[in-house]
T-cell receptor, first 115, second 118 residues
Framework: GNSVTQMEGPVTLSEEAFLTINCTYT??????LFWYVQYPGEGLQLLLK?????DKGSNKGFEATYRKETTSFHLEKGSVQVSDSAVYFC??????????????FGKGTKLSVKP | KAGVTQTPRYLIKTRGQQVTLSCSPI?????VSWYQQTPGQGLQFLFE???????NKGNFPGRFSGRQFSNSRSEMNVSTLELGDSALYLC?????????????????FGAGSRLTVL
């Protein structure tokens, strides 16, 4: 079945460091890929998405490129800030049966950024 | 505009009881999905509703049920609660099928209802 694997955390970085959170997926067909972020005590917020191979999603300095050849969607940011501290989730949707609300999530990676 | 509203935010129940959680989607959103979030299993899909019809269901026992009303508001119910049902239950809404290629699967999540079963 479809699945998402993302790197285990927690990840601790100093402010202005470079961030990479790895995400790989297994899916049939051509899934859409997403990164969601969850701040303490809140629900998930969509960070960025890509709907087809070679698409690059970007938002708030974060980027991820849909790589079909390596089945990956790694999240990157050139210079993290303390305010980026949160849990990051990689997710996919294959739209089976016309459903759009069924996302398959990775386990999440907790990021802590120190001043 | 108002986001996805979930009530109650926190609740404590005992084993064997039942619980009903409510979700009000963003105005204009007709699709509502529910997820269970636990430290061990992470985020798991429960079910999805669109136009009062269940479109998809995750791999949960029949004790977990849901419904959607004509105004798109949704409720989920868990009967005969078990300790393992303790979790954060998240509701997410979207416009629904046909929202367009750029809007594909863009779910907006609520803050969740944290259920503790004692």
């Amino acid at each position: 079945g479809n699945s998402v694997t993302q790197m285990e955390g927690p990840v601790t970085l100093s402010e202005e460091a470079f961030l990479t959170i790895n995400c790989t997926y297994t899916a049939t067909g051509y899934p859409s890929l997403f990164w969601y972020v969850q701040y303490p005590g809140e629900g998930l917020q969509l960070l960025l998405k890509a709907t087809k191979a070679d698409d690059k999603g970007s938002n708030k300095g974060f980027e991820a490129t849909y790589r079909k050849e390596t089945t990956s969607f790694h999240l990157e940011k050139g210079s993290v800030q303390v305010s980026d501290s949160a849990v990051y989730f990689c997710a996919l949707s294959d739209g089976r049966g016309g459903s759009q609300g069924n996302l398959i999530f990775g386990k999440g990676t907790k990021l802590s950024v120190k001043p | 505009k108002a986001g996805v509203t979930q009530t109650p935010r926190y609740l404590i129940k005992t084993r064997g009881q039942q619980v009903t959680l409510s979700c009000s989607p963003i105005s204009g959103h007709r699709s509502v999905s529910w997820y269970q979030q636990t430290p061990g299993q992470g985020l798991q899909f429960l079910f999805e509703y669109f136009s009062e019809t269940q479109r998809n269901k995750g791999n949960f026992p029949g004790r977990f049920s849901g419904r959607q009303f004509s105004n798109s508001r949704s409720e989920m119910n868990v009967s005969t609660l078990e300790l393992g049902d303790s979790a954060l239950y998240l509701c997410a809404s979207s416009r629904g099928p046909g929202q367009g290629i750029f809007g594909a699967n863009v779910l907006t999540f609520g803050a969740g209802s944290r259920l503790t079963v004692l």
